[in-house]
Protein backbone atom coordinates (compact mmCIF):
# COMPACT_ATOMS: atom_id res chain seq x y z
CA UNK A 1 0.00 0.00 0.00
CA UNK A 2 2.75 2.34 0.38
CA UNK A 3 3.49 3.16 -2.77
CA UNK A 4 -0.14 3.68 -3.96
CA UNK A 5 -1.32 7.17 -4.46
CA UNK A 6 -4.60 8.41 -2.60
CA UNK A 7 -6.70 7.55 -5.01
CA UNK A 8 -5.67 3.81 -5.96
CA UNK A 9 -5.40 3.53 -1.62
CA UNK A 10 -9.21 4.45 -1.90
CA UNK A 11 -10.08 1.91 -4.79
CA UNK A 12 -8.12 -0.93 -2.38
CA UNK A 13 -9.76 0.00 0.65
CA UNK A 14 -13.19 0.03 -0.97
CA UNK A 15 -12.54 -3.61 -2.75
CA UNK A 16 -11.03 -4.40 0.69
CA UNK A 17 -14.34 -3.66 2.83
CA UNK A 18 -16.36 -5.32 0.58
CA UNK A 19 -15.00 -8.51 1.26
CA UNK A 20 -16.55 -10.22 4.26
CA UNK A 21 -14.56 -9.98 7.44
CA UNK A 22 -12.70 -13.84 8.54
CA UNK A 23 -13.99 -14.55 11.96
CA UNK A 24 -9.84 -15.03 13.15
CA UNK A 25 -11.48 -14.45 16.70
CA UNK A 26 -8.85 -17.21 18.74
CA UNK A 27 -9.23 -18.34 22.01
CA UNK A 28 -5.53 -19.81 22.59
CA UNK A 29 -3.32 -16.78 21.72
CA UNK A 30 -2.57 -17.00 24.94
CA UNK A 31 -0.35 -19.79 24.04
CA UNK A 32 1.11 -18.61 21.64
CA UNK A 33 0.41 -22.02 19.50
CA UNK A 34 0.88 -20.52 16.19
CA UNK A 35 2.53 -20.85 13.21
CA UNK A 36 3.00 -18.62 9.83
CA UNK A 37 4.45 -18.49 6.32
CA UNK A 38 4.73 -15.39 3.85
CA UNK A 39 5.32 -15.98 0.13
CA UNK A 40 4.55 -14.13 -3.00
CA UNK A 41 2.78 -14.32 -6.73
CA UNK A 42 4.05 -11.87 -8.80
CA UNK A 43 1.90 -10.25 -11.91
CA UNK A 44 3.58 -11.02 -15.49
CA UNK A 45 3.61 -9.49 -19.26
CA UNK A 46 1.10 -12.24 -20.25
CA UNK A 47 -1.60 -11.29 -17.38
CA UNK A 48 -0.86 -14.20 -15.58
CA UNK A 49 0.38 -14.16 -11.89
CA UNK A 50 3.47 -16.93 -10.78
CA UNK A 51 4.10 -17.89 -7.27
CA UNK A 52 7.55 -17.68 -6.13
CA UNK A 53 8.90 -21.59 -4.86
CA UNK A 54 5.42 -22.01 -2.80
CA UNK A 55 6.64 -25.88 -2.51
CA UNK A 56 9.44 -24.55 -0.24
CA UNK A 57 7.07 -22.50 2.10
CA UNK A 58 4.57 -25.52 1.75
CA UNK A 59 7.62 -27.81 3.75
CA UNK A 60 9.10 -25.21 5.79
CA UNK A 61 5.24 -24.63 7.01
CA UNK A 62 4.99 -28.34 8.01
CA UNK A 63 8.07 -28.59 9.59
CA UNK A 64 7.14 -25.24 11.62
CA UNK A 65 4.09 -27.37 12.86
CA UNK A 66 6.12 -30.21 13.50
CA UNK A 67 8.07 -28.18 15.31
CA UNK A 68 5.14 -27.05 18.13
CA UNK A 69 3.53 -30.86 17.73
CA UNK A 70 1.22 -29.86 15.55
CA UNK A 71 -0.02 -32.47 13.05
CA UNK A 72 1.38 -30.77 9.53
CA UNK A 73 -0.38 -29.42 6.77
CA UNK A 74 0.31 -31.59 3.96
CA UNK A 75 2.45 -29.14 1.41
CA UNK A 76 0.67 -30.40 -1.46
CA UNK A 77 -2.45 -29.75 0.01
CA UNK A 78 -0.61 -26.16 0.82
CA UNK A 79 0.29 -25.60 -2.42
CA UNK A 80 -2.78 -26.64 -3.89
CA UNK A 81 -4.92 -24.34 -1.33
CA UNK A 82 -2.86 -20.69 -2.24
CA UNK A 83 -3.14 -21.25 -5.86
CA UNK A 84 -6.86 -21.58 -5.70
CA UNK A 85 -7.42 -18.57 -3.18
CA UNK A 86 -4.49 -16.78 -5.63
CA UNK A 87 -6.75 -18.07 -9.06
CA UNK A 88 -9.84 -16.77 -7.34
CA UNK A 89 -9.17 -13.75 -6.11
CA UNK A 90 -7.16 -12.93 -9.34
CA UNK A 91 -10.42 -13.64 -11.52
CA UNK A 92 -12.34 -11.02 -9.37
CA UNK A 93 -10.21 -8.83 -10.00
CA UNK A 94 -8.59 -7.86 -6.68
CA UNK A 95 -4.70 -8.03 -7.76
CA UNK A 96 -1.75 -5.82 -9.16
CA UNK A 97 -1.41 -6.18 -12.68
CA UNK A 98 1.96 -6.21 -14.21
CA UNK A 99 0.84 -2.71 -15.69
CA UNK A 100 1.16 -2.02 -12.25
CA UNK A 101 4.68 -2.07 -11.82
CA UNK A 102 7.44 0.35 -12.49
CA UNK A 103 11.18 1.19 -13.14
CA UNK A 104 12.85 2.94 -10.02
CA UNK A 105 16.92 3.10 -10.61
CA UNK A 106 16.53 0.56 -13.15
CA UNK A 107 15.31 -1.76 -11.30
CA UNK A 108 11.79 -2.93 -11.82
CA UNK A 109 9.29 -1.83 -8.51
CA UNK A 110 5.78 -2.20 -7.61
CA UNK A 111 3.45 -4.38 -6.59
CA UNK A 112 3.20 -8.02 -5.77
CA UNK A 113 0.71 -10.31 -4.05
CA UNK A 114 1.68 -11.18 -0.58
CA UNK A 115 0.02 -14.76 0.99
CA UNK A 116 0.10 -15.43 4.28
CA UNK A 117 -1.03 -18.91 5.58
CA UNK A 118 -1.25 -19.47 8.94
CA UNK A 119 -1.62 -22.11 11.73
CA UNK A 120 -3.18 -21.94 15.38
CA UNK A 121 -4.44 -23.95 18.07
CA UNK A 122 -8.08 -24.65 18.38
CA UNK A 123 -9.11 -23.02 21.89
CA UNK A 124 -8.26 -24.52 25.63
CA UNK A 125 -6.95 -23.68 28.52
CA UNK A 126 -3.45 -25.24 29.52
CA UNK A 127 -0.03 -25.80 28.24
CA UNK A 128 -1.52 -29.09 25.68
CA UNK A 129 0.12 -29.51 22.37
CA UNK A 130 -3.09 -28.66 19.61
CA UNK A 131 -4.80 -31.84 17.90
CA UNK A 132 -6.61 -30.09 15.65
CA UNK A 133 -4.92 -26.61 14.51
CA UNK A 134 -7.13 -24.39 12.38
CA UNK A 135 -5.25 -23.30 8.97
CA UNK A 136 -6.18 -20.00 7.34
CA UNK A 137 -4.76 -18.33 4.16
CA UNK A 138 -5.01 -14.68 3.20
CA UNK A 139 -3.86 -12.33 0.98
CA UNK A 140 -2.89 -9.33 -0.03
CA UNK A 141 -1.78 -6.78 -2.75
CA UNK A 142 1.79 -5.13 -1.39
CA UNK A 143 4.04 -2.50 -2.44
CA UNK A 144 7.98 -2.33 -1.24
CA UNK A 145 8.78 -3.18 2.12
CA UNK A 146 10.98 -1.08 2.96
CA UNK A 147 10.38 2.40 2.58
CA UNK A 148 11.60 3.98 4.99
CA UNK A 149 13.96 7.56 5.11
CA UNK A 150 17.50 4.97 4.90
CA UNK A 151 18.46 1.40 4.73
CA UNK A 152 20.75 1.83 8.14
CA UNK A 153 21.00 -0.89 10.65
CA UNK A 154 22.02 -1.32 14.34
CA UNK A 155 22.59 -4.51 16.42
CA UNK A 156 19.92 -5.02 18.75
CA UNK A 157 20.41 -5.70 22.36
CA UNK A 158 17.67 -8.12 22.52
CA UNK A 159 18.00 -11.75 22.60
CA UNK A 160 15.56 -13.18 19.54
CA UNK A 161 16.61 -16.94 19.73
CA UNK A 162 18.36 -19.16 22.09
CA UNK A 163 20.03 -22.92 21.24
CA UNK A 164 17.64 -25.41 22.26
CA UNK A 165 14.97 -23.12 21.29
CA UNK A 166 12.76 -21.87 18.93
CA UNK A 167 14.40 -19.49 16.39
CA UNK A 168 14.24 -21.96 13.20
CA UNK A 169 10.19 -22.32 13.97
CA UNK A 170 8.51 -19.44 11.79
CA UNK A 171 6.32 -19.31 14.85
CA UNK A 172 4.12 -16.58 16.42
CA UNK A 173 6.27 -15.82 19.34
CA UNK A 174 9.55 -15.08 18.13
CA UNK A 175 7.77 -12.06 16.49
CA UNK A 176 7.31 -10.41 19.65
CA UNK A 177 10.75 -9.71 20.26
CA UNK A 178 11.50 -9.02 16.19
CA UNK A 179 8.76 -6.82 16.77
CA UNK A 180 10.17 -4.70 19.61
CA UNK A 181 13.63 -4.71 18.38
CA UNK A 182 12.14 -3.19 15.02
CA UNK A 183 10.41 -0.60 16.41
CA UNK A 184 13.00 0.29 18.73
CA UNK A 185 16.04 0.57 16.02
CA UNK A 186 13.13 2.51 14.00
CA UNK A 187 12.85 5.00 16.93
CA UNK A 188 16.68 5.51 17.36
CA UNK A 189 16.50 6.35 13.24
CA UNK A 190 17.57 3.02 12.07
CA UNK A 191 15.63 1.09 9.16
CA UNK A 192 16.66 -2.49 10.91
CA UNK A 193 17.26 -4.63 13.76
CA UNK A 194 20.42 -6.96 13.37
CA UNK A 195 20.20 -9.72 15.98
CA UNK A 196 23.44 -11.06 17.43
CA UNK A 197 23.37 -14.82 19.26
CA UNK A 198 22.76 -15.16 22.55
CA UNK A 199 25.80 -16.64 24.05
CA UNK A 200 28.44 -14.74 23.26
CA UNK A 201 26.52 -11.42 22.25
CA UNK A 202 29.14 -11.73 19.17
CA UNK A 203 27.89 -13.31 16.12
CA UNK A 204 25.36 -12.42 13.60
CA UNK A 205 22.13 -14.09 13.52
CA UNK A 206 19.38 -12.15 11.26
CA UNK A 207 17.16 -9.05 11.32
CA UNK A 208 13.84 -8.72 12.26
CA UNK A 209 12.57 -10.58 9.79
CA UNK A 210 15.15 -11.43 7.59
CA UNK A 211 18.37 -13.01 6.57
CA UNK A 212 21.57 -11.04 6.73
CA UNK A 213 24.62 -11.33 3.69
CA UNK A 214 28.19 -10.34 4.14
CA UNK A 215 30.28 -9.35 0.61
CA UNK A 216 33.66 -9.38 2.07
CA UNK A 217 36.34 -7.39 0.63
CA UNK A 218 37.94 -10.36 -0.35
CA UNK A 219 35.21 -11.41 -2.45
CA UNK A 220 33.61 -13.94 -0.49
CA UNK A 221 29.96 -13.75 0.13
CA UNK A 222 29.14 -15.20 3.57
CA UNK A 223 25.88 -15.59 6.05
CA UNK A 224 25.56 -17.20 9.06
CA UNK A 225 25.25 -20.98 8.73
CA UNK A 226 21.44 -22.74 9.94
CA UNK A 227 20.60 -23.80 13.42
CA UNK A 228 18.56 -23.60 16.49
CA UNK A 229 18.51 -19.92 16.31
CA UNK A 230 18.02 -19.19 12.56
CA UNK A 231 14.90 -18.92 10.28
CA UNK A 232 15.96 -20.91 7.23
CA UNK A 233 14.77 -18.53 4.73
CA UNK A 234 13.63 -19.58 0.96
CA UNK A 235 15.11 -15.90 -0.30
CA UNK A 236 18.52 -16.61 1.57
CA UNK A 237 18.94 -20.31 -0.22
CA UNK A 238 17.73 -19.01 -3.46
CA UNK A 239 20.76 -16.26 -3.38
CA UNK A 240 23.11 -18.96 -1.88
CA UNK A 241 21.99 -20.98 -5.47
CA UNK A 242 22.11 -17.72 -7.30
CA UNK A 243 25.85 -15.96 -5.88
CA UNK A 244 27.04 -19.71 -6.69
CA UNK A 245 25.96 -20.12 -10.34
CA UNK A 246 27.25 -16.43 -10.93
CA UNK A 247 30.60 -18.22 -9.64
CA UNK A 248 30.79 -16.25 -6.30
CA UNK A 249 32.36 -17.97 -3.80
CA UNK A 250 29.70 -18.45 -0.90
CA UNK A 251 30.19 -19.55 2.72
CA UNK A 252 27.60 -20.05 5.81
CA UNK A 253 29.48 -19.91 9.08
CA UNK A 254 29.92 -17.73 12.56
CA UNK A 255 30.88 -14.16 11.25
CA UNK A 256 31.61 -12.29 14.28
CA UNK A 257 30.07 -8.55 14.09
CA UNK A 258 33.80 -7.09 14.28
CA UNK A 259 34.61 -9.20 11.17
CA UNK A 260 31.34 -6.89 9.32
CA UNK A 261 32.83 -4.03 10.48
CA UNK A 262 35.94 -4.39 9.67
CA UNK A 263 35.96 -6.33 6.43
CA UNK A 264 32.73 -5.84 4.96
CA UNK A 265 32.18 -4.00 1.26
CA UNK A 266 28.56 -4.88 1.06
CA UNK A 267 25.65 -5.67 3.32
CA UNK A 268 22.49 -7.29 2.54
CA UNK A 269 19.36 -8.60 4.09
CA UNK A 270 16.50 -11.21 2.33
CA UNK A 271 12.89 -12.04 2.79
CA UNK A 272 9.70 -12.79 0.95
CA UNK A 273 8.74 -9.28 1.98
CA UNK A 274 11.84 -7.62 1.55
CA UNK A 275 13.34 -9.34 -1.34
CA UNK A 276 16.95 -8.15 -1.58
CA UNK A 277 17.62 -4.54 0.41
CA UNK A 278 20.97 -3.03 0.99
CA UNK A 279 22.31 -1.54 4.02
CA UNK A 280 24.02 1.26 4.20
CA UNK A 281 25.66 0.84 7.01
CA UNK A 282 25.77 -0.63 10.51
CA UNK A 283 26.40 0.74 13.64
CA UNK A 284 27.19 -1.40 16.57
CA UNK A 285 28.17 -0.34 20.37
CA UNK A 286 28.35 3.74 18.58
CA UNK A 287 30.50 2.84 15.96
CA UNK A 288 29.04 2.99 12.44
CA UNK A 289 30.86 0.84 9.86
CA UNK A 290 29.59 2.08 6.19
CA UNK A 291 29.80 -0.07 3.13
CA UNK A 292 30.19 0.61 -0.25
CA UNK A 293 29.64 4.34 0.19
CA UNK A 294 26.27 4.34 1.64
CA UNK A 295 24.76 3.28 -1.75
CA UNK A 296 23.65 -0.13 -2.90
CA UNK A 297 26.86 -2.17 -3.98
CA UNK A 298 27.18 -3.96 -7.04
CA UNK A 299 26.90 -7.57 -6.35
CA UNK A 300 23.89 -6.96 -3.94
CA UNK A 301 22.28 -4.83 -7.24
CA UNK A 302 23.36 -7.80 -9.60
CA UNK A 303 21.52 -10.17 -7.25
CA UNK A 304 18.28 -7.66 -7.03
CA UNK A 305 18.03 -7.48 -10.83
CA UNK A 306 18.13 -11.04 -11.66
CA UNK A 307 16.13 -12.28 -8.41
CA UNK A 308 13.65 -9.52 -9.35
CA UNK A 309 13.91 -10.41 -13.24
CA UNK A 310 13.46 -13.92 -12.72
CA UNK A 311 10.16 -13.05 -10.27
CA UNK A 312 8.12 -10.28 -12.77
CA UNK A 313 9.54 -13.05 -16.19
CA UNK A 314 11.84 -10.75 -17.67
CA UNK A 315 15.22 -13.13 -16.60
CA UNK A 316 14.90 -16.92 -17.34
CA UNK A 317 13.62 -18.94 -14.79
CA UNK A 318 16.61 -21.11 -15.07
CA UNK A 319 16.59 -22.63 -11.82
CA UNK A 320 12.57 -23.48 -12.38
CA UNK A 321 11.76 -21.21 -8.98
CA UNK A 322 8.55 -19.83 -10.75
CA UNK A 323 4.94 -21.94 -10.35
CA UNK A 324 1.37 -21.18 -12.56
CA UNK A 325 -1.61 -20.84 -10.38
CA UNK A 326 -3.98 -22.68 -13.03
N1 LIG B 1 14.10 -14.41 9.20
C1 LIG B 1 12.94 -14.10 9.78
C2 LIG B 1 12.89 -13.96 11.27
C3 LIG B 1 11.79 -13.91 9.00
O1 LIG B 1 10.62 -13.59 9.57
C4 LIG B 1 11.88 -14.04 7.58
C5 LIG B 1 10.67 -13.83 6.73
N2 LIG B 1 9.97 -15.04 6.52
C6 LIG B 1 13.12 -14.37 7.03
C7 LIG B 1 14.21 -14.55 7.87
C8 LIG B 1 13.29 -14.54 5.55
O2 LIG B 1 12.68 -15.73 5.11
P1 LIG B 1 12.07 -15.84 3.64
O3 LIG B 1 13.16 -15.51 2.71
O4 LIG B 1 11.63 -17.26 3.53
O5 LIG B 1 10.94 -14.88 3.55
Request: proline content about 0%.
Given at each position: EATLSEQEREALLERRNSFPQLPLVNFSTQYALSVFEGLKAFPQKDGSLRLFRPEQNAERFKRSMEGILMPPFPPELFVNAVKTLVRQNKNLGYYPRYSDTWEKDGFLSGHSVYIRPFSYSEPGIGLNQSEHPWVVIVSTPVG?????PNNKAITSDMIRATEN???WIKCASNYVISTLAKKKANSQGYMEAIFLDA????YLEEGSSCNIFVYLKDGTLVTPALGDTILPGITRKSIIELAQSMGIKTEERKIAIEEVMDSAKEVFVTGTAAGIAHIESVTHKGRTAVFADGKMGELTRELLLTLKGIQYGSHEDKFGWMTDIE
Open positions: AYFEGGTGKERK
